[in-house]
């Protein structure tokens, strides 16, 4: 049975849960299509990161990942995840680990790259946890 469309001469208009499933179920879709598309223009170590960390607990998650410019080179920054000295992570554009900028137990990451943060440059957030809010 089809809910009433509200209109002329049709003031029996019901609520019913199914009526919100639907939209419910189509702004999840129209969300995941556009983040997909979003993901797909990200390098494919990205891409796999990205959805191992959607795939985890928001507690686990960096919240965010920014791409810079960085010694001559793209470089994309990944923060520390919110709990326990965790290290950040700095990959280039290959997907190889370049250092820990910070985190750790000092907060000052691995020690091989203590400029960055000095002199990186072009942020751009090229991701974001939509589970999360604004790290």
């Known amino acids: 049975m089809s809910t009433p469309i509200a209109g002329p001469g049709n003031d ?3 609520s019913t849960p ?17 983040s997909n598309d979003a993901r797909g223009q990200l390098p494919e170590f990205l891409q796999r990161l990205t959805a191992e960390i959607e795939a985890g607990p928001a507690a686990d998650s960096p919240g965010s990942i920014s791409s810079f410019r960085y010694r001559g080179q793209t470089v994309y920054y990944v923060p520390a995840f919110p709990c326990c000295d965790q290290l950040s992570i700095l990959y280039d554009a290959d997907g190889a680990l370049l250092c820990s900028p910070d985190g750790g137990i000092t907060g000052r ?27």
């Open 12 to 14: 029996k208009v019901r």
């Open 18 to 34: 199914r009526g919100w499933s639907f939209f419910a179920a189509l702004t999840i879709a129209i969300a995941c299509a556009c």
């Open 109 to 135: 990451g691995d020690g091989r790259c203590p400029d960055f943060f000095a002199t990186r440059s072009e942020e751009t957030r090229v991701w974001r946890d939509a589970r999360v809010a604004a790290r």
